[in-house]
């Protein structure tokens, strides 16, 4: 099923969850009130390097893992700052590299292997390096049916897809200008690269029409 808004065509929240387990980019958009602007999402633990390098060349480069307050907890990660002033109260955390296997921590190799390091449950507060050039986000409890931000929706797909709740997303960005990608620019995009496009309110309604409760996390 494809969701139709103007000359925009938004792809299934189904159709992007099968593609999210497999691997693949989804991006999402947000309400044109908010934020107006379209994410490339991954999950942590699937992304490579090649694609993190598609990620870095394509979006602002300001690379974020939203994660799961549990998650972030046993890293020992707290927040950047008590006091958020942010726009949108993103809720960044210390930044991070891993700590083996990486040299500067801002090549794509680099960044691609922190992120899945954060994902993977074996790893622990000692194996990343603080600052480093990864950001988490904290996720807020609840996900989109509490906060309709990128954070929330990118961990959102992860748990729908069965995949440990952590995620990579980036805001895509115009070549030509550096400007942010609205609504018509993520879907020619998407079209291009074969992404699915969805929004994160088509996120919030799916999860109320199939009872998707996470509990506390």
């Known amino acids: 099923m ?3 808004n103007s000359s925009v065509r938004f792809d299934s929240i189904e159709d992007a969850i099968k593609d999210f387990a497999e691997g693949k980019f989804v991006i999402a958009v947000d309400n044109e009130d ?3 602007e379209g994410d490339l999402i991954i999950a942590a633990e699937k992304v490579t390097t090649e694609q993190m390098a598609f990620l870095i060349r394509h979006s602002s480069g300001y690379v974020c893992v939203p994660t799961a307050p549990s998650r972030l907890e046993e890293l020992n990660l707290p927040l950047m700052v008590p006091d958020n002033q942010e726009l949108m109260k993103t809720a960044y955390t210390i930044s991070v590299d891993y700590a083996h296997g990486t040299t500067t921590g801002i090549s794509a190799h680099d960044r691609a292997l922190t ?5 993977d449950p074996t790893k622990t507060a000692k194996d990343f390096n603080r600052p480093g050039h990864i950001l988490p986000l904290r996720y807020t409890k609840g996900g989109v049916l509490r906060r309709t ?3 929330e929706a990118s961990v959102d797909l992860c748990k729908l897809a069965g995949l440990q709740p952590v995620a990579v997303i980036c805001e895509l960005v115009n070549d030509k200008d550096g400007s942010m990608s ?6 020619a995009f998407a079209k291009k690269h074969d992404i699915k496009l969805v929004t994160i309110a088509d996120l919030v309604k799916y999860r109320e029409e199939h009872g998707q409760d996470f509990g506390d996390e």
């Open 115 to 119: 992120a899945r390091s954060l994902a």
């Open 2 to 4: 494809v969701q139709e």
């Open 182 to 187: 609205r609504r018509d620019d993520c879907y």
């Open 34 to 36: 908010r934020e107006n």
């Open 149 to 151: 931000g990128h954070t």
